[in-house]
């Protein structure tokens, strides 16, 4: 059975930084497109970044390109989002998501981290 353990949120000042990370017990880590995405009060569900275990690629909604990195650590069956010059338009609750491509049901998600960002 497949995991998902997100941690890392928190209240932090605008400009602040904050790191969430995401752990699975996914034997095979590195077949899965990893990544995080968010839930504002009164919005839908958004995709903020992944990164693709298989070759290393990556994708940022653009609203928050260059301030946030996501990163994945295979022997810690890990993958991290780094958020760096925060803005109160990044609060929202934080999902992470693991995705097989090309396995059916493969698509797991953490249980949610909340990030509030102060103005």
């Known amino acids: 059975e497949v995991q998902l353990q997100a941690s890392g949120g928190g209240l932090v000042q605008a400009g602040g930084s904050l790191r969430l990370s995401c752990t699975t017990s996914a034997f095979t880590f590195n077949d899965y497109v990893v990544g995080w995405f968010r839930q504002a009060p009164g919005k839908e569900r958004e995709g903020v970044s992944y990164?693709?275990?298989?070759?290393?690629?990556?994708w940022y909604v653009d609203s928050v390109k260059g301030r946030f990195t996501i990163s994945s650590d295979s022997a810690k069956n890990t993958v991290y989002l780094r958020m760096n010059s925060l803005k109160s338009e990044d609060t929202a609750i934080y999902y992470c998501?693991?995705?097989?491509?090309?396995?059916?049901?493969?698509?797991?998600w953490g249980q949610g981290t909340q990030v509030t960002v102060s103005s």
């Open positions: 990164i693709d275990n298989r070759d290393g690629a990556t």
């Open positions: 998501n693991f995705r097989r491509p090309g396995v059916w049901g493969a698509d797991y």
